[in-house]
């Protein structure tokens, strides 16, 4: 039975704030599910649903994930984090709101993550507790700074 540690959860973090596709997608069983807390997008299912939510918003803007607290039990995950999404162009962005280039969108949020034997994630759950546009055109590195003085010091994965 392989095992999911903290650290290799970290890894797909990073692998997801690259972003890593291939990396990323190697921590999913074949028929993953990802429960978007948005009900005009709902349940993404497989790797190819996901990648087809993600890429635009990607190419759209850029997204940093914020883990600020991990809890780990044999087959499962909870994640608390921040995310942030500083936007490339002029668009409708993430939770409907109409941004400009540089703006940023700050979603605050948490996921339950379903680990098979494998140690692959089988189904992500994510619960939203915030999103807000923020004010001007912030500094994405001073919001990941702040983002990360709540982190637990063992997540930090920028420390700026």
């Known amino acids: 039975m392989a095992t999911l540690t903290v650290e290799k959860f970290l890894d797909y973090i990073r692998a997801f704030n690259e972003p890593d596709y291939d990396k990323q997608h190697g921590f999913y069983c074949d028929d993953i599910e990802l429960v978007i807390p948005d009900p005009q997008i709902g349940t993404l299912k497989g790797k ?20 600020i607290s991990v809890k780990s039990e044999p087959g499962k995950f909870f994640l608390s984090m921040e995310s942030y999404f500083r936007y490339k162009v002029k668009t409708v962005a993430v939770h409907d709101f109409q941004v ?3 703006d940023v969108i700050k979603i605050t949020c948490s996921a339950d993550y379903d680990i098979d034997n494998e140690g ?5 759950t994510c619960q939203l507790a915030k999103a807000e546009l923020l004010e001007g055109k912030p500094d994405l590195q001073l919001r990941i700074r702040d983002s990360e003085s709540r982190a637990e010091p063992s997540l930090r994965l920028y420390n700026y």
């Open 100 to 102: 400009e280039e540089g």
């Open 120 to 124: 692959r994630m089988t189904r992500i």
């Open 48 to 67: 190819e649903g996901i990648l087809n939510h993600y890429r635009p918003i990607h190419k759209a803007a850029v997204e940093k994930v914020i883990p």
